[in-house]
Each structure stands twice: as structure tokens, then as C-alpha cells.
């Protein structure tokens, strides 16, 4: 167990929808990253929150957004859902030798 | 977009063999790493290597990293059934604080009992 927890474990959604990921992070660490795993692939980066700011962001269009919060938990927003962007969705926290700790996943399908 | 590749996409051996996975990479890195995903779950992180060291051993796991070349290599010992799973190296390029990584595509490792 790695202590990064995230909700729900498993999400519907239809396309043209919104949704919010929600991810916990180890306790102590401030950096928190997502990162976006369609099946059969490595994750990609999708951006990254450290003290409540956004501090670096992959190749995702601007319907990707987050939040992090001042206990450092932090929500991946997607809007107008897309087919492609069904996947598992990883939230991690960084540790002090810049290991990253992954939470289970939120696996979404976009119908 | 995927910086490291792994080799092989998948691994099948039997219990008690070693396993040999490696990963190339296009750019300079800080560190490189090794992750392991069973099932499409999270991933656990196994090892992380510097990119001023060459070689590093935790329990059953040896990782080596040559910058010249641009590869990483992940030895596992005496394997068991329990190691079944996805083995991912990912790369950090940023030496400041949090570690965005690049992941490359996999080796899918099956022990068979």
C-alpha cells in the first residue's frame, strides 16, 4: 500500500459528459502528478499540482483540468468527454528522492 | 508522447529463471526508474537509479544504467509465479522537485509455476 487512494475505483460516463477523479496523497508529500493509461500502454503525463499551482503539463488539451487542495488531495477534471479518453486514470505523490508513489486507479469508459 | 521503449514487449520463463528487461531512451535524464503494474492497477515502484550511478541491487531486483547508451536494464532473480506483471521504465528529465516521468511501453513478464 502505498497510501495515495483515489475514488471512485471504476466510472460511466457518456460521451460529451464531465467528470471529476478525486486522489489523496501520501501524507507529508506536496507534489501530486496524473497521469492518463489507455489499455495496453505506459501512463503519459498529464500535468502536475505542487503547493495548490499547476507545475508542469503534458501533451492534453485545456478540457483537462485539476485542483489541489491546501491538505494537498487533488481532482483531475475532464470535460466533454470523448471516447478516447477512456483509460486508467493514476494520480501520484512525490516522494523526497523524487519516487513517485501511484495510487490504485480510476479506470473510466467513455460510452 | 513515449520515451522509453522496453525490450522485450513480453517475457514468458519459469519459476526459478532470471528475468532480463530492458528499456532505451531518447534524452538526458536525472534518474530512471522501474515500476511494476499487476492487472491495469496502480503502480508499485521498485527502483530508482541516478543518473551518476551504474548499477544498483534491491533484494531480487539489479538495475543497470549506462548514459552512454542510453539503456537501462532490470534483472530479476530467481523468479516466482508472484511476478507475474507489467514492468514499465520511466524516465525523469527534471532535476527540480517533483518528477514528471516518461514512461515507456512494458515488458509483460509471466513466470509460469
Known amino acids: 500500500e502505498t497510501g495515495v487512494t483515489q475514488s471512485p475505483t471504476h466510472l460511466i460516463k457518456t460521451r460529451g459528459q464531465q467528470v471529476t477523479l478525486r486522489c489523496s496523497s501520501q501524507?507529508?508529500?506536496?507534489?501530486v502528478s496524473w497521469y492518463q493509461q489507455a489499455l495496453g500502454q505506459g501512463p503519459q503525463f498529464i500535468f502536475q499540482?505542487?503547493?495548490?499551482?499547476?507545475?508542469g503539463r503534458g501533451n492534453f488539451p485545456p478540457r483537462f483540468s485539476g485542483l489541489q487542495f491546501p491538505n494537498y488531495s487533488s481532482e483531475l477534471n475532464v470535460n466533454a468527454l470523448e471516447l478516447d479518453d477512456s483509460a486508467l486514470y493514476l494520480c501520484?505523490?512525490?516522494?523526497?528522492?523524487?519516487?513517485?508513489?501511484f495510487g490504485p486507479g480510476t479506470r473510466l469508459t467513455v460510452t | 508522447s513515449q520515451q522509453g521503449e522496453e525490450d522485450p514487449q513480453a517475457l514468458s520463463i519459469q519459476e526459478g529463471e532470471n528475468a532480463t528487461m530492458n528499456c532505451s531512451y531518447k534524452?538526458?535524464?536525472?534518474?530512471l526508474q522501474w515500476y511494476r503494474q499487476n492487472s491495469g492497477r496502480g503502480l508499485v515502484h521498485l527502483i530508482l537509479?541516478?543518473?551518476?550511478?551504474r548499477e544498483k541491487h534491491s533484494g531480487r531486483l539489479r538495475v543497470t544504467l549506462d548514459t552512454s547508451k542510453k539503456s537501462s536494464s532490470l534483472l530479476i532473480t530467481a523468479s516466482r509465479a508472484a511476478d507475474t506483471a507489467s514492468y514499465f521504465c520511466?524516465?525523469?528529465?527534471?532535476?527540480?522537485?517533483?518528477?514528471?516521468?516518461?514512461f515507456g511501453e512494458g515488458t509483460q513478464l509471466t513466470v509460469n509455476p
Open positions: 501520484a505523490s512525490t516522494g523526497g528522492r523524487n519516487e513517485q508513489y
Open positions: 501524507s507529508g508529500h506536496n507534489t
Open positions: 499540482y505542487y503547493r495548490e499551482e499547476e507545475n
Open positions: 534524452t538526458s535524464i536525472n534518474n
Open positions: 537509479i541516478r543518473s551518476n550511478e
Open positions: 520511466a524516465t525523469d528529465e527534471d532535476e527540480t522537485s517533483g518528477s514528471r516521468l516518461t
